[in-house]
């Protein structure tokens, strides 16, 4: 058994003062010796999924991120481990528990999870180890998971339960956001399609905003039309991208804009919730609304029933706006961009997507490594954040 200061000293030393994840009772020290101090980073996620995709962004922007969850939670991490950091060689230091044991008794819900949580991790090709739970294990432990994600992908940890001594919450409760604003532009006219949007917000934009595109058409066409060094193109993690967004702007100085899909928005609801909480005054979340899921032959989704600006000011937007026309989004991104923020902006746009799409050229990691760069020419020249190839 270790304590839970020493495996954060221990992991500080090596550049972790990173976290996010979802609560599990063995994980109870560990995630209060994060929250109660001040030198580390904690953002508490809606879902195991969200947490990968919002330590993907903070890895991004030159932290070294960790990611704590139950391992019945796993299912839901799969999908951005997968498809968010294999193809793009993200590494993350990822803890899991391990509920339902074999020969240790536990709750039911858990005793599939407890016989597969190895053979899980090795099918999805994580490299794994037993959580270092001696201060001679420790520091080795550490080492070898630094050194295999210079490989670029994340390293698992399996956390039995007592691993860590039992640590009291020293943090002060999260404060309430205030109430935001909201401003709309009524439809005029035809919906635009959704490259007349993104060319409109390509000439609204500067060389210094970050762009977080979500997979499917919207990062094919920012592509098609103008490929630039703060852009990345999600090509799968559906639902990620606002929490890849989130981790870049909680580091970085520079403004963010996440380009999402509503089919995509729908499936991680939750994070609006966490951007809510989390506050960033540099993003701007614009989802492009058509109404259907264009990839895959336009089945429709229920966006049509949702207004997704009353959604974001719920979970604590500071602004939030809709509009579905060029004109309205122009002046809906002019006000975002200086009302305080985190701001949304709700584009319904009509189905369809350009002619003859193509699809990035270049490669996932590339693209990654060519956004890295670019948000670390923004960053001041001493940061104090560590950072991991």
Not at 140 to 146: F, G, I, R, V
Not at 191 to 210: C, G, M, N
Not at 345 to 356: E, Y
Request: net charge negative; glycine share 10%; with cysteine.
């Amino acid at each position: 058994m270790i304590t839970a200061d020493e495996f954060i000293a221990a992991a500080k030393a090596r550049g972790h003062d990173f976290y996010t994840g979802v609560p599990c009772s063995f994980l109870t020290p560990l995630i209060n010796g994060v929250l109660s101090s001040q030198a580390l980073t904690y953002v508490g996620a809606a879902s195991e999924g969200e947490a990968v995709a919002i330590a993907a962004g903070a890895w991004l922007a030159g932290r070294r991120t960790v990611v704590m969850c139950q391992n019945s939670g796993l299912g839901n991490a799969v999908n951005p481990l997968t498809s968010l950091n294999a193809p793009f060689r993200i590494p993350t230091l990822f803890v899991t528990t391990w509920r339902g044991q074999p020969g240790l008794p536990d709750e039911p819900q858990h005793e599939v999870m407890g016989r597969i949580t190895q053979d899980l991790l090795e099918l999805i090709e994580v490299p794994q180890a037993a959580f270092p739970a001696t201060l001679e294990a420790l520091g080795p432990a550490l080492d070898q998971a630094a050194a295999r994600m210079t490989e670029g992908l994340p390293y698992a940890f399996i956390m039995k339960k007592g691993d860590v001594r039992d640590e009291e919450l020293q943090a002060a409760p999260l404060s309430l956001p205030r109430p935001g604003r909201r401003a709309d532009w009524p439809e005029a006219g035809p919906r635009p399609s959704r490259a007349a949007v993104l060319e409109r917000f390509l000439a609204l934009t500067d060389d210094r905003t970050a762009v977080v595109a979500t997979t499917g058409k919207a990062g094919r066409e920012l592509f098609t039309l103008a490929d630039r060094k703060q852009h990345i193109y999600q090509v799968g993690s559906m639902g990620g991208a606002s929490g890849m967004a989130l981790g870049v702007a909680l580091n970085t100085p520079a403004p963010v804009v996440v380009l999402d899909g509503d089919g995509a928005a729908l499936m991680k609801l939750g994070t609006f919730a966490t951007i809510g909480a989390q506050a960033p005054g540099n993003l701007i979340h614009i989802l492009l609304d058509n109404g259907v899921h264009d990839s895959t032959g336009g089945q429709a989704t229920v966006s049509a029933s949702v207004d997704f600006a009353a959604v974001a000011l719920a979970c604590g937007y500071q602004f939030a706006a809709s509009c579905a026309s060029l004109d309205g989004f122009e002046a809906a991104f002019r006000a975002a961009s200086e009302a305080p923020r985190p701001a949304l902006i709700h584009v319904r746009i009509a189905p369809g997507s350009m002619d003859k799409l193509g699809r990035p050229t270049v490669a996932p990691a590339d693209v990654a490594r060519r956004f890295k760069d670019f948000l670390a020419g923004l960053r001041p020249a001493a940061t104090g954040a560590g950072s991991a190839s």
